[in-house]
Each structure stands twice: as C-alpha cells, then as structure tokens.
C-alpha cells in the first residue's frame, strides 16, 4: 500500500501542500516541473520530488530519546525534568523556534452563554460559551474569540478537549448563535470573501468537531481559529501574537526563534491560561488536540506545557510524528519552501539534508512523558508518512519505560481501523487526510482508558 504512487497524488499532494496564495503558486509551479523533469526547482536549489517507495528509504540512525548531548543515556526518572529541558531546546533551537517567555496580560470577556442550537433544535444538555480573550503587551493587542461547548447542567468539573481550528469558530458548528470570525482567513476556503470569513463558511469544518458526541461522552471541547493567533502566511514573523514581542523576531540574526507553529502552540497554552479558571472546567484535565498543521501544534504545545494531560496529533506528517529521515511523503525541503513562516529558520539547514539532523520528531513525542499521547494517521495520507507517524511512537517508548510505563506500539502498521498502544496509543483510518468523527471516538475512549 505504501510502494508506489502516480502522478494524480502528486497533483493532490502539491495542491494540499499550500496555505497563501504565493505558496499555491509555487506548489502549482513543483506540479507543473515534477510532471516534465521529475525534478523541482526554486532558483538555485532543487528540491527532491517526494518519495513514496518504502524500498527507497534511507537506512538512517536516530538518536536514543534518553541520550542528552553529550551522548549520555539517563537511567533514573530524577533525570528526566533536566532531560526534557534538553529535549524541548534542541527542538526549539532547530526547529519551531524558541517562544519568548515573558508574561502578556490576559483579560478575558464572556459575552455568550446559552444552550447549543445544532439542526435548528436547541440542545438543552449542551451548553455553548463563548468568550473573547485580549493578549495585551506594551500597548499592543491580539483578540481571541474562544467557543467553549460543556455539559449543561453538570455540577462536576469535566475534562476539556482543547484545539485551534482552521476556519473560525463558526465553521465547526452550525449553530447560529457562534460568532463568525473577523480575522484573516485562507480565501481559497468555502465562504471565505477577500481573506474574510463570510456566513457561507458555516459548519463548513463541523463534521470534524462532533460536539454532540464529545459532550455526550462527558467531556467539554475548546476551540479558537489560528488565524486569530497567528495568520497562517509568510509575512517575515511579524504579524499575529509576533507583533506582540518584536523584540523577539525570528530574523537571519536570531534564527533560532519562533514560528507560526510555536505562536500557535503558545496561544494554545494561553487558552489554557483561561480554561483553567472556566468553572465546570477541571483545571487537571486539559487534552490537546489538533489535525495535520494543527497536529504539528498540538505535539508542540503539548511537549511544552504539561498542564495538557494527553496529547493528541491526528495526520501531523512533517513535522509532527512523522519521522524527517525516512524521507517518505513531505520532506523537510517542501515544507520549509511552501511554508517558509512555520518553523524557525535555523529548519531550513536541513532542507534535502534530513540525514545530517542532529535530531528526529520521536524526540517530540518522547518529550510528552510520562503524559499520554495518541498519534493517529490515515491510510491513504501518504504524504503525511503513516508508517512515520506510527514509528516516532515506537521510538519515544524508552522514555516512557524510564517511568515504567508502556508505549505498546509495534514498528508495522496495524490493520485500518483499530486503536491499538498503551500509554502511546495510535489508529490508522481507513482514507484520506481529515479529521473525522471516527477518529474522535478513538481519542475518546483513549482519554477514558487513561482516566480523563
Ligand atoms: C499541507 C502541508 C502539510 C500540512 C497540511 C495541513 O499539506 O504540506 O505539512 O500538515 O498542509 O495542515 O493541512
């Protein structure tokens, strides 16, 4: 299933492969030049068409996920706060880029509080919130709006799912009351007019946001649009919660700092800044999730802030589970150049140098122990690399032997549809790139499993 694949994947992996409209071009420009050459180029570098032959794998080391810099395994769980620390800077340094550390001031306005309206019928065990947050520092502003869904009624605190979504709040719900986002958006998006999201774009994403089900299930589920914390385009690190330290730019002279999906990350850890103070909300049982970019941010956010209790990345690909070694699906080289705002720039070495990576993404998951993590991919996602996604699992274990604790995955794939792990969990959908409510049912049950 994963040796071979034709040039209509290719189409529809370039195609999927784009967020701004510059970088649809030059994803329509690789298209255009893999189909006459097979191969690509941007000026001077040429980009290695993506590879989709399991025999074609490199053979590749990855660093043992105790091992510290000086090559050191760590043997006692007193190690590990130190380790971790490590961890997450070789990450930060090489990759999302280091966030800055200093506090924003944080106001936060309720301004809906009612019952759900999903199909037109009001849902009176569920309960819809929805607040919006200023980020405030030195005179400046970013506004979250936040919709919060819980059970109504309930005296206890619930456990809350927490994830940005792609389209504004009001594409994951057709509840009218759901306030449409005023910030700038993907205008390739349905209902998306000038960069602005249009009423078109309503429930336009609900089928990947089951509220009923979640809610149904005794969980609460968060969730604010990522445009409203950082645009998702290159405008050089300036604009979103950047603006908000601009001291603290990613530029050619300090490469090592943040990117979108470290601000998206941080703004996630802000939403938590809230939640934790939201009655009905249990401040101990905070879960993150997110799909494909959004999975990429959830590992971050989660590897960063162990106030998040289990971590989930649904089809992170590149530069989330997906091992960068293996050289299968999207490589470093393609993400870096489509998306040049994700990552730091000290990423861009490693463009078609995957092998000379001092570091690998199972690292990121070993990160998140003791903590559950759940990775899940689908089968017909090869651009995101499945087996990849499933073997930075299999490798971050010895972390979590460190605690005495068992990952439980295997290095093959299992068969579709079926959760399988310990206290790293992992399922392969059976189809395409997306986030469904099939996946959710696994999340769910993954989350009671481990007491949440
Ligand atoms: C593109 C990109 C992926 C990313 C995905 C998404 O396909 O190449 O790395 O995960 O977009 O976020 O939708």
């Not at 529809?12 to 420009?29: G, K, M, P, Q």
């Not at 999302?96 to 199909?119: C, H, N, R, W």
């Amino acid at each position: 299933m994963l040796s071979s694949l034709g040039n209509k994947h290719l189409a529809h992996s370039a195609i999927r492969n784009c967020t701004s409209f510059f970088s649809w071009i030059s994803a329509s420009v690789v298209f255009i030049t893999i189909i006459a050459n097979s191969s690509v180029s941007f000026g001077q570098s040429a980009i290695r068409p993506p590879n989709y032959d399991e025999s074609a794998v490199p053979k590749y080391d990855l660093p043992n996920v105790l091992a510290g810099k000086d090559g050191k395994v760590i043997t006692a769980i007193n190690q590990w706060s130190e380790h971790r620390k490590y961890l997450l800077e070789l990450l930060a340094e090489n990759e999302y880029g280091s966030m800055p550390t200093d506090l924003v001031d944080i106001e936060v306005e309720k301004f809906d509080d009612g019952p759900a309206i999903l199909q037109d019928k009001e849902e009176p065990g569920i309960r819809r919130r929805q607040f919006v947050i200023t980020l405030k520092r030195n005179g400046k502003f970013v506004k979250i709006d936040m919709l919060l869904w819980t059970p109504n009624g309930s005296f206890e605190q619930v456990n809350c799912f927490v994830g940005l979504n792609f389209r504004g709040n009001q594409s994951t719900t057709d509840d009218p009351k759901v306030r449409l986002t005023s910030s700038w958006c993907d205008a390739r998006n349905p209902g998306v007019v000038n960069n602005h999201a249009t009423e078109a774009s309503r429930a336009s994403q609900g089928e990947r946001w089951p509220i009923r089900e979640i809610v149904r299930a005794g969980y609460g589920v968060a969730t604010a649009h990522y445009g409203d914390i950082d645009p998702d385009f290159d405008d050089g690190f300036e604009n979103g919660v950047h603006a908000l330290f601009p001291e603290y730019r990613c530029t050619e002279t300090t490469p090592e700092r943040w990117g979108a999906i470290a601000a998206w990350a941080w703004g996630l850890s802000r939403l938590v800044d809230v939640l934790t103070k939201t009655d009905g909300i249990s401040p101990n049982g905070m879960m993150v999730l997110g799909h494909s970019r959004l999975g990429k941010t959830a590992l971050w956010a989660g590897a960063n802030d162990e106030r998040f209790k289990i971590v989930i990345s649904n089809n992170s690909g590149c530069g989330g589970a997906a091992l960068s070694k293996r050289c299968f699906g999207e490589s470093v080289a393609r993400i870096n150049t489509s998306f040049p705002h994700w990552f730091n720039r000290n990423f861009r070495r490693f463009n078609d140098r995957e092998d000379g990576m001092p570091f690998d993404q199972h690292q990121l998951v070993a990160a998140i122990a003791p903590r559950p993590v759940y990775i899940s991919s689908a089968s017909k996602d090869l651009w995101a690399d499945p087996l990849g996604e499933l073997l930075s699992g299999y490798h971050a274990a010895p972390a979590y032997s460190l605690f005495g604790l068992s990952g439980g995955l295997p290095s093959n794939l299992p068969a579709v549809n079926q959760s399988i792990g310990e206290t790293i969990g992992y399922h392969l959908r059976e189809g395409e790139h997306d986030l469904m409510s099939s996946d959710w049912q696994y999340f769910i049950q993954f989350a009671k499993r481990h007491g949440l």
